[in-house]
T-cell receptor, first 109, second 117 residues
Framework: QQPVQSPQAVILREGEDAVINCSSS?????VHWYRQKHGEAPVFLMI?????EQKGHEKISASFNEKKQQSSLYLTASQLSYSGTYFC??????????FGTGTRLKVLA | DAGVTQSPTHLIKTRGQHVTLRCSPI?????VSWYQQVLGQGPQFIFQ???????GRGNFPDRFSARQFPNYSSELNVNALLLGDSALYLC????????????????FGDGTRLSIL
């Protein structure tokens, strides 16, 4: 079952914050986050492994609640370069990788 | 260092033909995965290979096959092409090893855009 992301799309002004959620109906053991710009390949952002773990990279951070089978990606003080489609990813079984439904984010000047 | 390289960049085929797509992983990476991405959707997992062995397979028909070579490069083969096979095919590499998928990032190539006429 594909993880469901919300919102499906969001438009921001530069400097605004956004939260992207990823929810799974199956147990999550790790969550990966990627960003894909139009016409380009997905780019790795971060991996969260433990329940309740939080990670950050500059102004992008994420949390992972293993019990709730959810992860959230936080983008603070958004920049134009943050525009793109964000995907969460997880592993089903041992070696079957599944991407979430995706969230299109556009940052306006 | 070179990233993941895929060839060709673009390809046009007709229904019923077969196609071979190639991928070279990042140096030192032993695991290669293949994905199909249809416009407007997320990547769909096709295969994962590690040390020349198939480790995982997605929900794709037997027309799709792949292999990994001793130098860790990989090929994806698709037979009897259908219009619905038109998509961007992405290759991703990772270090590989125990628990590889849980804790290792995947590094994607720029993809091969396949168009079926």
């Amino acid at each position: 079952q594909q993880p469901v992301q919300s919102p499906q799309a969001v438009i921001l002004r530069e400097g605004e914050d956004a939260v992207i959620n990823c929810s799974s109906s199956k147990a999550l053991y790790s969550v990966h986050w990627y960003r894909q710009k139009h016409g380009e390949a997905p780019v790795f952002l971060m991996i969260l492994l433990k329940g309740g773990e939080q990670k950050g990279h500059e102004k992008i951070s994420a949390s992972f609640n293993e019990k709730k089978q959810q992860s959230s990606l936080y983008l603070t003080a958004s920049q134009l370069s943050y525009s793109g489609t964000y995907f969460c990813g997880t592993v089903s079984g041992t070696y079957k990788y599944i991407f979430g439904t995706g969230t299109r984010l556009k940052v306006l000047a | 260092d070179a990233g993941v390289t895929q060839s060709p960049t673009h390809l046009i085929k007709t229904r019923g033909q077969h196609v071979t797509l190639r991928c070279s992983p990042i140096s030192g990476h032993k695991s290669v995965s293949w994905y199909q991405q249809v416009l407007g959707q997320g990547p769909q997992f096709i295969f994962q290979y590690y040390e020349k062995e198939e480790r995982g397979r997605g929900n794709f028909p037997d027309r799709f096959s792949a292999r990994q070579f001793p130098n860790y490069s990989s090929e994806l083969n698709v037979n009897a092409l259908l219009l619905g096979d038109s998509a961007l095919y992405l290759c991703a590499s990772s270090l590989g090893g125990t628990g590889q998928n849980l804790g290792q990032p995947q590094h994607f190539g720029d993809g091969t855009r396949l168009s079926i006429l």
